[in-house]
């Protein structure tokens, strides 16, 4: 069987198009080829959150709809509009999330704990899929380092894992190899702890100030704003500490392609694209999306640049 990449999507233009031709033919019916669009935009029954609102931004949001409508979820099919689709019942209330590994205070949060625990706040970031389009997103979730001193690492942890749910019941994905794109499952990420520890990197459980609807990997995913949008795995369970470096997913399944730190980097192209610029999704109309020039650690240099003194980006992709 082909292996289906990350290239192998529908440009949002088409998807938009597509969306519109299916409105005008009443058709809503779920199919696994014509994402049913009367579902994506239906999550207005999520919890409103409390938040420190983020100070002012120059930068443009991404209008929700297409935040919360065009997404990359492979659990839950490769089409950009399967998530909405396929994920509208994800059970995500129980939930728990274990802290463990390298760390003196293991401990669990439950669904409740992830609002509660740390103080929520309003992040705007700048997003930016290796598959060379990018969005605004106002992000609400705390620093993954609060998190990190509660569980207080040992000397010998360098890393931090992430897994995703496993449950093939509820994710299609996972049950079907094509359905889900020939990932093998769990989806798994990681960090060095330094990159853990940086203060731009958040765990996630709202945007938009309301919870996160489950095609955005609700009720808490990853949120690093310099690296390529699959570091930032979604419906996460279990946060483990590690003296080892762990075999992320991506990186498995096309290791010439995509790397362990996944830096937004113009400079280095991706060997089937370039990653100079970027659609901006949201912007103009059906087939006029706007490019930008793509910056360097997606616009987050100053701020995170030291984390990678000496190291060759070009090699380290
Ligand atoms: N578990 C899991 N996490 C994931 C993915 C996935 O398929 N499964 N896709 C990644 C990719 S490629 C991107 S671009 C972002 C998309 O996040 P968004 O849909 O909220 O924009 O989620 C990332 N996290
Ligand atoms: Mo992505």
Known sequence: MKKLTENDVTPEDIFYQRRKIITAMGLGAATTMLPNISLAESNNT?????????????????????????????????DKGSPAQYAKDFKVDPWTVEIGGEVENPFTLDYNQLFTQFPLEERIYRFRCVEAWSMVVPWIGFELNKLLAKAKPMSRAKYVVFHT???????????????GGGIDYPYVEGLTLAEAMHPLTLMSVGLY???????????????VPWKYGFKNIKSIVKITLSETRPQTTWEKLAPQEYGFYANVNPNVDHPRWSQASER?????????????????????????????????????Y
């Open 165 to 179: 749910l496993y449950d093939p019941e509820q994710m299609p994905g996972q049950k079907n190899r094509f359905f």
């Open 209 to 223: 100030g309301k919870a996160l609807p489950p095609q955005n990997g609700a009720p808490i995913r990853l949120v």
């Open 280 to 316: 901006v999704i949201g912007s103009g109309g059906l087939l006029s999306v706007k490019r930008q020039p793509t910056l360097m650690f997606n616009g987050y240099e100053q701020e995170v640049a030291h984390l990678y003194k000496g190291l060759d980006l070009r090699v380290n």
């Open 46 to 78: 999520l919890k409103k959150l409390d938040f420190k609102a983020a100070g002012k931004s120059d930068l443009i949001l991404t209008p929700e709809n297409k935040v919360t409508g065009y997404n990359n979820f492979y659990e839950f099919g490769v």
